[in-house]
């Protein structure tokens, strides 16, 4: 699908795909987006709660790799130890990545290594430098096996019009099979039949409020 370079309210670039009328992040700042909803309502939210400092996040989107570089670099910084998978279907060129020019535009450049890192590695290698392990898979969400258990789930599908399968019942039971009781699952979507859905599933629901230009965003936990 053609796709065309924006550039964001905070300034970093994102994706947009015209026959989806779809962008990979919030128009109003993809950095500003993934900072808070993955990264504080998300990672920092179950670290803060279980009193914790090793995690085992599971991310539904690669996408940029953007939530991944983020989370590496709040994990050095706060030296925690941190397992990071993340699935991509449909993932971007390393041509797509290079007109992005999304690395300038990250936070901490010390860390940009790491941005390179994560798209140079081969799919279905494991990367482990000291208290960081990271995992990308090329495969489809819809047939992944649950035997895996993670503490956090970052829910980063497109929209509910452009993959509305991803949002259906079964691929939220998936998100309930693979984390561990006490586990988050956190997403910028607040669509009602999701939040309902989630809730028939065993979820606990939170509306919390949205990043800039979002009313509201959703966290589910496994209770315990």
């Known amino acids: 699908m053609p796709k065309k370079i924006i550039t964001t309210g905070d300034g970093s670039p994102s994706i947009f795909i015209e026959e989806l009328k779809e962008t990979y992040h919030s128009k109003h700042g993809a950095v500003t987006e993934s900072q808070y909803v993955y990264i504080k309502k998300g990672l ?39 397992e990071y998978f ?17 690395k300038p535009t990250l936070p901490m450049p010390k860390h940009h290594h790491f941005f390179d890192l994560l798209h140079e590695l081969e799919w279905n290698q494991i990367f482990n430098q000291s208290n960081f392990l990271f995992k990308k ?22 929209g509910y019009h452009a993959q509305s399968e991803l949002w259906q019942e079964k691929a939220l039971q998936t998100c309930f099979d693979i984390l561990q009781p006490g586990g988050v699952w956190v997403s910028y979507c607040a669509k009602g039949e999701v939040r309902r859905t989630l809730q028939k599933i065993g ?18 936990t496994k209770e315990v």
């Open 44 to 82: 920092m939210h179950w670290l803060k709660k279980n009193n914790k400092s090793d995690v085992k996040v599971f991310e539904m989107g690669l996408g940029t790799g953007l939530n991944a570089y983020l989370s590496y670099v709040y994990s050095f910084d706060h030296g925690l130890t941190c």
């Open 203 to 220: 979820f606990q629901v939170e509306r919390l409020d949205g990043p800039p230009g979002k009313r509201e965003m959703l966290r589910a």
């Open 137 to 158: 898979i090329k495969d489809d969400f819809l047939t992944l096996p649950t035997t895996q258990k993670y503490n956090v789930v970052f829910y980063d599908a497109f």
């Open 86 to 102: 993340s699935i991509e279907k449909y993932p971007l060129t390393p041509k797509e990545l290079g007109v992005l020019k999304m």
